[in-house]
Protein backbone atom coordinates (compact mmCIF):
# COMPACT_ATOMS: atom_id res chain seq x y z
CA UNK A 1 0.00 0.00 0.00
CA UNK A 2 1.18 3.54 -1.02
CA UNK A 3 1.41 5.60 1.68
CA UNK A 4 3.13 9.05 2.07
CA UNK A 5 3.10 10.29 6.24
CA UNK A 6 4.11 14.05 6.99
CA UNK A 7 6.19 15.28 10.35
CA UNK A 8 3.64 16.98 12.56
CA UNK A 9 2.59 20.62 12.67
CA UNK A 10 4.76 23.42 13.37
CA UNK A 11 4.12 26.75 15.77
CA UNK A 12 7.29 28.65 14.56
CA UNK A 13 8.30 32.88 15.06
CA UNK A 14 9.67 35.12 12.16
CA UNK A 15 13.14 34.33 11.15
CA UNK A 16 13.06 30.85 11.99
CA UNK A 17 14.19 27.84 10.13
CA UNK A 18 11.95 25.21 9.37
CA UNK A 19 12.48 21.58 7.50
CA UNK A 20 8.91 19.79 7.29
CA UNK A 21 9.35 15.70 5.60
CA UNK A 22 7.31 13.47 3.93
CA UNK A 23 8.16 9.62 4.47
CA UNK A 24 7.41 7.29 1.59
CA UNK A 25 5.94 3.83 1.26
CA UNK A 26 4.86 0.95 -0.42
CA UNK A 27 6.55 1.86 -3.80
CA UNK A 28 10.14 2.58 -5.28
CA UNK A 29 10.76 5.83 -3.69
CA UNK A 30 13.16 6.26 -6.31
CA UNK A 31 11.26 5.66 -9.30
CA UNK A 32 8.18 9.08 -9.04
CA UNK A 33 8.32 12.71 -8.72
CA UNK A 34 7.04 13.84 -5.42
CA UNK A 35 5.67 17.36 -5.14
CA UNK A 36 4.97 20.31 -2.56
CA UNK A 37 1.59 22.01 -2.21
CA UNK A 38 0.70 24.71 -0.12
CA UNK A 39 -2.57 25.28 0.85
CA UNK A 40 -2.99 29.00 2.59
CA UNK A 41 -5.86 29.57 5.41
CA UNK A 42 -9.20 29.42 3.54
CA UNK A 43 -7.37 29.65 -0.04
CA UNK A 44 -6.61 26.76 -3.07
CA UNK A 45 -4.04 25.14 -4.29
CA UNK A 46 -0.32 26.36 -5.06
CA UNK A 47 2.17 24.67 -6.65
CA UNK A 48 5.84 24.44 -5.14
CA UNK A 49 8.03 22.14 -6.74
CA UNK A 50 8.77 18.43 -6.98
CA UNK A 51 11.82 16.31 -6.95
CA UNK A 52 12.46 13.36 -8.15
CA UNK A 53 14.28 11.40 -5.76
CA UNK A 54 16.40 9.27 -8.55
CA UNK A 55 18.47 11.89 -9.82
CA UNK A 56 17.20 14.84 -7.21
CA UNK A 57 16.07 16.69 -10.27
CA UNK A 58 14.73 19.82 -8.98
CA UNK A 59 11.99 22.18 -10.53
CA UNK A 60 10.45 25.06 -8.72
CA UNK A 61 7.13 27.49 -9.27
CA UNK A 62 8.48 30.94 -10.40
CA UNK A 63 6.88 31.98 -7.21
CA UNK A 64 8.37 29.73 -4.55
CA UNK A 65 12.08 30.04 -6.53
CA UNK A 66 14.13 30.94 -3.67
CA UNK A 67 12.08 30.87 -1.49
CA UNK A 68 12.18 27.03 -0.39
CA UNK A 69 14.64 24.46 -0.77
CA UNK A 70 13.32 20.77 -1.82
CA UNK A 71 14.87 17.97 -1.30
CA UNK A 72 15.00 14.07 -0.68
CA UNK A 73 17.01 11.49 0.78
CA UNK A 74 16.79 7.99 -0.72
CA UNK A 75 18.35 6.14 1.94
CA UNK A 76 15.19 6.26 3.99
CA UNK A 77 12.70 7.23 1.47
CA UNK A 78 11.86 11.19 2.58
CA UNK A 79 11.33 13.89 0.69
CA UNK A 80 12.00 17.34 2.73
CA UNK A 81 10.66 21.29 2.28
CA UNK A 82 13.07 23.56 4.50
CA UNK A 83 12.63 27.20 4.46
CA UNK A 84 15.75 29.19 5.81
CA UNK A 85 13.59 32.43 7.37
CA UNK A 86 9.91 31.92 7.78
CA UNK A 87 7.52 34.64 7.37
CA UNK A 88 4.24 34.73 8.57
CA UNK A 89 2.74 34.48 5.26
CA UNK A 90 4.36 31.37 5.48
CA UNK A 91 1.58 30.48 7.39
CA UNK A 92 -0.47 26.91 5.55
CA UNK A 93 -0.95 23.84 5.10
CA UNK A 94 1.58 21.86 2.89
CA UNK A 95 1.24 18.73 1.34
CA UNK A 96 3.63 16.59 -0.28
CA UNK A 97 1.95 13.94 -2.93
CA UNK A 98 3.21 11.91 -5.26
CA UNK A 99 3.23 12.09 -9.47
CA UNK A 100 1.65 9.02 -10.79
CA UNK A 101 3.58 9.09 -14.07
CA UNK A 102 7.65 9.95 -15.40
CA UNK A 103 7.00 13.86 -16.59
CA UNK A 104 5.85 15.98 -13.91
CA UNK A 105 2.52 17.47 -15.94
CA UNK A 106 1.41 13.71 -14.61
CA UNK A 107 -1.73 13.87 -11.41
CA UNK A 108 -0.69 13.10 -8.17
CA UNK A 109 -2.36 10.17 -7.23
CA UNK A 110 -0.96 9.70 -3.95
CA UNK A 111 -1.32 12.30 -1.02
CA UNK A 112 0.50 13.29 2.23
CA UNK A 113 -1.53 14.06 5.01
CA UNK A 114 -0.47 17.87 5.43
CA UNK A 115 1.62 19.37 7.85
CA UNK A 116 0.00 22.62 9.05
CA UNK A 117 3.30 25.47 9.72
CA UNK A 118 1.84 28.13 11.64
CA UNK A 119 4.38 31.02 11.96
CA UNK A 120 3.83 34.10 14.53
CA UNK A 121 5.46 36.68 16.60
CA UNK B 1 2.96 33.32 -14.88
CA UNK B 2 0.02 30.69 -17.01
CA UNK B 3 -3.28 30.35 -15.01
CA UNK B 4 -6.46 27.99 -15.06
CA UNK B 5 -9.58 29.83 -14.42
CA UNK B 6 -12.27 28.20 -12.17
CA UNK B 7 -15.63 29.66 -11.39
CA UNK B 8 -15.61 30.29 -6.95
CA UNK B 9 -18.73 28.80 -6.74
CA UNK B 10 -21.42 26.31 -8.31
CA UNK B 11 -24.62 25.56 -6.62
CA UNK B 12 -27.08 22.36 -7.18
CA UNK B 13 -29.78 20.34 -5.79
CA UNK B 14 -29.42 16.58 -4.71
CA UNK B 15 -30.14 14.36 -8.07
CA UNK B 16 -29.49 17.23 -10.59
CA UNK B 17 -25.93 17.56 -12.61
CA UNK B 18 -23.36 19.92 -11.45
CA UNK B 19 -20.74 20.75 -14.39
CA UNK B 20 -17.49 22.50 -13.17
CA UNK B 21 -15.24 24.19 -16.10
CA UNK B 22 -11.68 25.37 -15.95
CA UNK B 23 -10.06 27.10 -18.36
CA UNK B 24 -6.50 27.67 -19.59
CA UNK B 25 -4.43 28.30 -22.98
CA UNK B 26 -2.41 25.32 -22.88
CA UNK B 27 -5.16 22.58 -22.19
CA UNK B 28 -5.37 21.93 -25.79
CA UNK B 29 -1.93 20.47 -25.34
CA UNK B 30 -1.72 19.54 -22.09
CA UNK B 31 -4.07 16.74 -19.78
CA UNK B 32 -6.28 18.09 -17.09
CA UNK B 33 -6.51 16.71 -13.29
CA UNK B 34 -9.79 16.82 -11.48
CA UNK B 35 -9.24 17.17 -7.41
CA UNK B 36 -12.03 16.85 -4.97
CA UNK B 37 -11.09 18.32 -1.45
CA UNK B 38 -13.34 17.91 1.57
CA UNK B 39 -12.60 20.30 4.66
CA UNK B 40 -9.68 19.38 6.81
CA UNK B 41 -8.50 16.64 4.19
CA UNK B 42 -6.04 16.17 1.55
CA UNK B 43 -7.00 16.63 -2.57
CA UNK B 44 -8.97 13.27 -3.92
CA UNK B 45 -7.94 12.45 -7.80
CA UNK B 46 -11.51 12.11 -9.20
CA UNK B 47 -10.56 12.43 -13.19
CA UNK B 48 -7.10 11.90 -14.93
CA UNK B 49 -6.30 12.82 -18.54
CA UNK B 50 -9.09 14.74 -19.38
CA UNK B 51 -11.78 11.99 -18.73
CA UNK B 52 -10.14 8.90 -17.15
CA UNK B 53 -12.02 7.77 -13.69
CA UNK B 54 -9.39 6.37 -11.19
CA UNK B 55 -10.78 3.12 -9.50
CA UNK B 56 -12.76 3.53 -6.47
CA UNK B 57 -14.38 6.96 -8.23
CA UNK B 58 -17.85 6.58 -8.88
CA UNK B 59 -19.51 6.75 -12.23
CA UNK B 60 -21.16 9.99 -11.57
CA UNK B 61 -18.01 11.82 -12.00
CA UNK B 62 -17.07 12.27 -15.67
CA UNK B 63 -14.40 15.11 -17.23
CA UNK B 64 -14.79 16.81 -20.48
CA UNK B 65 -12.36 18.70 -23.27
CA UNK B 66 -13.23 21.14 -25.65
CA UNK B 67 -10.71 23.40 -27.11
CA UNK B 68 -9.11 25.56 -24.08
CA UNK B 69 -11.98 24.14 -21.64
CA UNK B 70 -12.44 21.03 -19.61
CA UNK B 71 -15.69 20.47 -17.94
CA UNK B 72 -16.11 18.32 -14.36
CA UNK B 73 -19.49 17.12 -14.60
CA UNK B 74 -21.23 15.24 -11.51
CA UNK B 75 -24.47 13.44 -12.67
CA UNK B 76 -26.79 12.75 -10.19
CA UNK B 77 -25.19 15.04 -7.82
CA UNK B 78 -25.51 13.72 -4.27
CA UNK B 79 -24.95 15.39 -0.65
CA UNK B 80 -21.81 13.57 -0.02
CA UNK B 81 -20.45 15.45 -3.12
CA UNK B 82 -20.19 18.78 -1.97
CA UNK B 83 -16.62 19.82 -1.44
CA UNK B 84 -13.56 21.83 -3.01
CA UNK B 85 -12.51 21.11 -6.56
CA UNK B 86 -9.52 21.83 -8.00
CA UNK B 87 -8.49 21.39 -12.12
CA UNK B 88 -4.69 20.83 -12.58
CA UNK B 89 -2.45 21.17 -15.79
CA UNK B 90 0.76 22.27 -16.70
CA UNK B 91 1.62 25.13 -19.21
CA UNK B 92 2.35 24.74 -22.84
CA UNK B 93 6.16 23.67 -22.40
CA UNK B 94 5.10 21.39 -19.68
CA UNK B 95 7.47 23.13 -17.50
CA UNK B 96 5.48 24.28 -14.31
CA UNK B 97 2.14 22.43 -12.99
CA UNK B 98 -0.75 24.87 -12.10
CA UNK B 99 -3.93 24.27 -9.74
CA UNK B 100 -6.94 27.07 -10.90
CA UNK B 101 -7.98 28.72 -8.35
CA UNK B 102 -10.80 26.12 -7.33
CA UNK B 103 -15.01 25.87 -7.43
CA UNK B 104 -17.07 25.59 -4.36
CA UNK B 105 -19.72 23.19 -4.93
CA UNK B 106 -22.88 23.12 -2.87
CA UNK B 107 -25.70 21.17 -2.60
CA UNK B 108 -28.38 22.50 -2.25
Known amino acids: EVQLVQSGAEVKKPGESLKISCKSS????????IGWVRQMPGKGLEWMGI????????RYSPSFQGQVTISADKSISTAYLQWNSLKASDTATYYC??????????????WGQGTLVSVSS | SYELTQPPSVSVSPGQTARITCSGD??????AYWYQQKPGQAPVLVIY???ERPSGIPERFSGSSSGTTVTLTISGVQAEDEADYYC???????????FGGGTKLTVL
Open chain 1, 51 to 58: IYPGDSDT
Open chain 2, 88 to 98: QSADISGTYVV
Open chain 1, 26 to 33: GYSFTSYW
Open chain 2, 26 to 31: ALPKQY
Open chain 2, 49 to 51: KDN
Open chain 1, 97 to 110: ARQSGVVITTDFDY
